[in-house]
């Protein structure tokens, strides 16, 4: 499969806001291209994340904004964007009465699969994620992790379904049903397939995405590529160190090199500025307690991006 | 058509799987004719109605084919109410999915094991007393039988609609479960002054008349047999409303 440029989703000065009084989104606007076929979206829970799947899914009807998907736009072709994408919500929507034959069965048929094709595909299916053994049990009687594991299925089993979007992919599974159903996603956005994950876990967006929005209170904070988050983040080092006169006016004086992470630990931004600081100390006689320098992580990235309400760097 | 068949399926598959609610079901009604109302024969073996004397047997049926159908809506009404806080209704539906597909898997497949329980009481009540309705008795009690099952289909997917707690649900179906069996003609006639009043509010008073004329007299009241059509009609199309309202716009 090449290289995707075009344009899947725009979504346009969206608000939504629930009950008249809790605004879940303000004035989103963003689009999303899908390079390698994975787009994420990430933030803290209550964020607006799955508002933002449940508007661009038809799930919801939009109040305010505009919002298109694979072209079609939400509030007047909402028939044809439901027959292009498939919807992996994260909260358990099986008939867990039902064995996991019956539930992709009767799913697909209420998709409009044809029966041959449908057979097939379940069957396809639980091989691969390694469910055939219990395709004829209900579902209530498998574990958490294998009855995501069939929401997941069900979310897959629409070939015609061009675009899926998986709310929090891996949530509730192992770290091996983890790294598993990574593959799986890799593997089927290789064949083509186009997938919008919304998840807080950092590790899932490094291992998958290309693109990445971050949001947090109804709001986009940022959207970059993974790359350009970690060129942004990966220099960063923290210094654990007694606070005093001294360093908090080298802070003061080096606002875009360094700033306060908390109480006693200084965040430089490179190794320049950490170079800089302890010669400063060093020159001026500073006593340092106790020093710790620790590289930052893109979860560090992240926490700081939510904390900052900006680029990180607040 | 794969829609529709995709929640027939669904539908029947889920009676398969609740084997002893569905056998209960069925039995349940066979188990009134057979027992509570054979014991009560002894007592009251026959009913004056329309000017006749009538098998208090005969006279019951049809109350005991009406009870049937309004136990649809409690089963019904805790299915739709799964469905709507699992969010199934709202997975069906966006996947392509439809309304009137939803509701109408509903019917077939409840309107299926409806079928196979009304010829089992036929056929215990010919046993019992020899009589069978004729066969354009028969075609009358569909043409009375289908609006009420409709009827009482529909309010229970409403009421799992609209119902938003477990123990709301619970209480609504105790609070109307017995007051409308008991203040409709199913099994008397009802004689007291109040009792009367309340009766001619109940659906059920109704649809247990045009059934019984249906049945013992091969011929239904028009104005008994529209009000019947268009109670069905009404709740079928405020069910189809409520579910459009919580599907996903």
């Known amino acids: 499969m090449g290289e995707r440029q075009e344009i899947v989703i725009t979504v346009s000065d969206v608000t939504h806001v629930y009950g008249g009084r809790y605004r879940a989104l303000s004035g989103v606007s963003f689009s999303a291209s899908f390079e390698n076929g994975i787009f994420s979206i990430l933030g803290p829970n209550g964020a607006g994340k799955t508002t933002l799947v449940n508007l661009m899914t038809t799930s919801i009807k939009l109040q305010r904004g505009r919002i298109s998907v694979l072209g079609l736009d939400v509030r007047t072709e909402r028939r044809r964007i439901r027959d292009m994408i498939s919807l992996c919500p994260q909260e358990l929507e099986l008939d867990v009465m039902l064995s996991v034959r019956t539930n992709l069965w009767s799913y697909g048929l209420i998709r409009g699969m044809r029966k041959s094709l449908l057979r097939s595909r379940i069957e396809e299916l639980l091989e691969i994620f390694e469910l055939t053994e219990k395709g004829n049990k209900r579902v209530m009687e498998l574990s958490g992790g294998e009855m995501r594991r069939v929401q997941l299925m069900r979310a897959l089993l629409d070939p015609s379904a061009r675009l899926i979007f998986i709310d929090e992919p891996t949530l509730g599974l192992d770290p091996v049903g983890k790294r598993r159903t990574w593959e799986l996603i890799r593997e089927m956005a290789d064949e083509g397939y186009l997938f919008l994950l919304t998840t807080n876990d950092m590790a899932e967006v490094e291992s998958l995405s290309h693109e990445i929005l971050f949001i947090n209170g109804g709001r986009i904070l940022l959207k970059t590529t993974v790359r350009e988050f970690k060129r942004m983040y990966a220099g960063r080092k923290k210094v654990r160190v007694e606070r005093g006169e001294a360093l908090e006016r080298w802070v003061r004086e080096n606002p875009h090199r360094a700033r306060w992470y908390d109480g006693d630990t200084v965040e430089v931004f490179n190794s320049d500025a950490l170079y800089d600081l302890l010669t400063y100390l060093s020159r001026n006689r500073v006593p340092v307690g106790e020093l710790s320098v620790e590289d930052e992580s893109l979860l560090d990235g992240f926490i700081n991006l939510v904390r900052g309400g900006g680029d990180g760097r607040a | ?249």
């Open chain 2, 1 to 249: 058509m794969g829609v529709l068949e995709g929640f027939v399926h669904r539908e029947l598959a889920m009676k398969r799987q609740a084997m002893g609610a569905f056998m209960g079901q069925m039995i349940t009604p066979s188990l009134y004719l057979a027992l509570f109302v054979t014991a009560l024969s002894g007592n009251i073996p026959y009913l004056m109605y329309g000017g006749r004397k009538v098998p208090y047997v005969l006279y019951v049926l049809p109350g005991i084919m009406a009870i049937q159908m309004l136990y649809t809506f409690p089963y019904v009404a805790s299915l739709v109410f799964n469905d709507r806080r699992f969010g199934l209704i709202r997975s069906f539906f966006v996947a392509r999915g439809k309304p009137h597909m939803y509701l109408l898997g509903k019917l077939l497949a409840e309107g299926f094991v409806l079928l196979l329980t009304l010829l089992l009481l036929i056929g215990m009540c010919a046993l019992i007393t020899g009589y069978l309705p004729s066969a354009y008795s028969a075609l009358l009690l569909i043409a009375v039988g289908l609006p009420t099952f409709v009827f009482w289909l529909s309010f229970g997917t409403m009421l799992g609609l609209v119902l938003r707690r477990e123990t709301t649900r619970a209480a609504v179906f105790t609070l109307l479960n017995l007051p409308t069996i008991f203040t409709a003609p199913v099994f008397y006639d009802v004689g007291t002054t109040w009792l009367r009043y309340v009766s001619s509010i109940n659906p059920l008073t109704y649809q247990v008349m045009a059934l019984r004329e249906a049945f013992l007299r091969g011929s239904v009241d028009g104005g008994l047999l529209a009000g019947t059509a268009a109670m069905g009609a009404l709740m079928l199309c405020i069910s189809y409303v409520v579910l459009e309202r919580v599907s996903p716009r």
